[in-house]
């Protein structure tokens, strides 16, 4: 893979309960393409997605600057992201990138956040099906597709969707 990434710093969101392959999928393709990344989440120490994986955080998110960070993850997992979306530092993190037009990559249950955030609004975008609805009560229009691109934001459904959503993502955060 080339070194698109370079100079980039991506910042991924996230608590426990996440869902493992869609952290370590997206992680190791962002370092991959030369990129930085950064594991964000409401408290220190380490996090834990629901298959077991663990990994460091390496900055609490009520302590980091957004504009520190060219583009942000959203890994999903239901329990983290229901979590996450109710964890006020977290929301404004998130709006911010959303209210920029910084890239946002998010996949399966991660999109929870972006409602909260309001920043959906007249933006297309894909997700686990369940979420379908909350996302339309947000603004935004629902499609199924293994990944959509709408400008900075790319998403995707499922961990079945993580090539797709890795190959869409380095092209949008190349880009930014």
Known sequence: MTQRLTGKKVAFLLTDGFEDSELTSPWN??????????????AQGQVEGKNG??????RVVSAADPGEYDALVLPGGTGNADKLRMDEDAVAFARHFGSEGKPIAVICHGAWILTDADV????TLTS?????????????????EEVHVDGALVSSRTPDDLPAFNRELVEAFASA
């Open 29 to 42: 393709t962002v370092v991959e393409a030369g990129g930085t990344a950064h594991l964000l989440a409401p």
């Open 53 to 58: 994986h663990t990994q460091d955080v390496d």
């Open 120 to 123: 959906l609004r007249g933006r």
């Open 128 to 144: 686990y099906p369940s979420l379908r609805t909350d996302l339309r009560n947000a603004g935004a229009t629902w499609v199924d």
